[in-house]
């Protein structure tokens, strides 16, 4: 309760330090608006159903990339930790491209799939697949030995032993993967929907920097950034939690 309480407080104060500076005129309106101001398009766009139709629509990208993300990620992770010839082919590769920036992907996927929905796609799945393949793959291979000799002594083979001892032992890596790849496609799906004509909350910051409307960029910035805090926090936040104290990890 103390911690909420001094959140609050902390939150309270950002917002009055907003205000002051709103109010000293250090810069004109048109480029640092009120607290006011942007809750009041904040409450426009979504009485006007603007910012709920981009929700949607970035929701519905974002489900689709992360999901195809998580399969071939987990997928290629168990790969990558399977076989030493491939990880030790393509392993190093994987780590650079891990660090490469999302927004990289945008032009190939423009001379692959066109200005379309696919190029998109395409920049979301590549930006969290091999956050999440790494975290897989580290995650098979800190499995203790002692689990899978006991899980072949009896009979676990092929299958049933994935299934079994492998994806329970790395859950937890697989998650911690899970909530990078969800920032990484996050942050794609903005980068590619800013440079796409696409009705998402990416094109509606956009439409406020052509409009030169500050209070409807800040607005849709604190939009995206609600709803990357709830996904990250309240739902892999809450799943991840659940494991490392279903797996004993959970510090005292």
């Not at 993967?177 to 800013?194: H, I, N, Q, V, Y």
Request: a positive charge; proline letters at 4%; glycine letters at 10%.
């Amino acid at each position: 309760m103390i911690r909420h309480v001094e959140r609050l407080a902390l939150y309270a104060a950002l917002l009055g330090l907003w205000e002051l500076l709103f109010r000293l005129e250090l810069w004109p309106e048109y480029l640092f608006p009120s607290p006011l101001g942007v809750l009041e398009s904040l409450l426009t766009g979504f009485a006007n159903k603007t910012f709920l139709v981009g929700i949607l629509v970035s929701m519905k990208r974002i489900l689709l990339g992360y999901g195809l993300s998580l399969v071939f990620g987990v997928a290629f992770g168990l790969m990558l930790a399977s076989m030493k010839l491939l990880d030790e082919f393509l392993g190093a590769p994987l780590l650079g491209l891990r660090t490469l920036p999302s927004i990289c992907w945008l032009p190939l996927g423009l001379l692959w799939f066109g200005l379309n929905e696919r190029a998109i796609l395409f920049v979301v799945v590549m930006g969290a697949a091999f956050s999440i393949s790494l975290a897989t793959a580290d995650g098979v291979r800190n499995i203790s030995p002692i689990y899978l000799k006991a899980a072949s002594t009896m009979g676990a083979r092929g299958i049933r032993k994935y299934i079994g001892v492998i994806l329970p032992g790395a859950l937890p890596s697989i998650v911690t993967g899970m909530k990078l790849g969800w920032s990484f496609a996050w942050r794609s799906l903005m980068a590619g929907e800013m440079l796409f004509v696409s009705l998402g909350l990416g094109h509606l910051l956009m439409m406020g920097r052509e409009l030169n409307d500050i209070r409807q960029v800040i607005a849709v910035m604190v939009v995206i950034v609600a709803i990357g805090v709830v996904v990250d926090r309240l739902v892999l936040g809450t799943l991840e939690e659940r494991i490392r104290e279903r797996w004993g990890l959970e510090n005292p």
